[in-house]
């Protein structure tokens, strides 16, 4: 049953006569479209009107859009029937969101998209095809690379643009060397003065600008004082 406004058939809300304008029963009472539209319809997130019954809309959440409006953020592609994302109360369509928001790869700056396999080296992500030498772009996963300066570089480059020098052999110095009175060393360049052992990875003495090793700077500089404590 329709309960009618009085007698005539008009509209619930605005009392518009209903006889030759279309009208939607809602909760037994008869409204005009107008009427409808302004009090039951969603509103688009996009542009704010109404998305009246007639009209195509997409929900998504509890948000609604007109179909029309319903587009990425960004490239402002329709995402009717595509893949979408929805951050930050915006639409993107995949790429854009990628774009905007995967982590991209440190030497080519490119996105890593979901499920690219990556490399991971000092909290910097590579893609696999971008882990390679800086200077002659060898393919560097699984093989030895040295990191310098945000770089990584195969060991030969490395060696013959990048490395120092040992003072003495004067031979490059792949791993770490020693630095002693500003003059680079391997480990096992840097020996003592009087013996020639070397001195990489144990306590030294300096006499004279010069290092030695405990047993000979003992011998040598300090037997007087040892004498005497005795
Ligand atoms: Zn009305
Ligand atoms: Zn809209
Ligand atoms: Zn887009
Ligand atoms: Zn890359
Ligand atoms: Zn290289
Ligand atoms: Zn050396
Ligand atoms: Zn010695």
């Not at 020639?196 to 003992?218: F, H, K, T, V």
């Amino acid at each position: 049953m329709i309960k009618h406004n009085s007698d005539s058939f008009v509209c619930w809300f605005c009392e518009k006569n209903l006889l030759n304008n279309r009208y939607v029963i809602k909760d037994n009472f008869a409204i005009c479209l107008f009427c409808f539209e302004e009090k039951y319809s969603n509103h688009c997130f996009q542009c704010n009107q109404i998305i009246g019954i007639e009209m195509q809309g997409s929900i998504f959440k509890d948000k609604t859009w007109h179909n029309t409006c319903f587009n990425c953020s960004i490239c402002n592609l329709s995402l009717i029937n595509k893949k979408f994302a929805y951050q930050n109360n915006k639409l993107y369509c995949r790429h854009c969101f990628i774009d905007e928001f995967a982590q991209r790869c440190y030497r080519c700056n490119r996105s890593l998209e979901p499920g690219d396999k990556c490399i991971q080296y000092d909290k910097n992500l590579y893609h696999k095809s971008c882990f390679i030498c800086n200077v002659c772009q060898k393919q560097l996963i699984n093989e030895n690379f040295r990191y310098r300066d945000q770089y990584i570089f195969c060991l030969s480059c490395y060696m013959n643009i990048i490395a120092i020098y040992c003072i003495k052999c004067h031979k490059a110095i792949a791993n770490d060397g020693i630095v002693y009175h500003n003059h680079p060393f391997h480990q096992e360049c840097f020996v003592c003065t009087h013996c020639s052992i070397p001195l990489g990875n144990q306590r030294y003495i300096e006499y004279n600008n010069d290092a030695y090793c405990s047993n000979c700077s003992s011998n040598l500089f300090i037997k007087t004082t040892n004498l005497t404590t005795q």
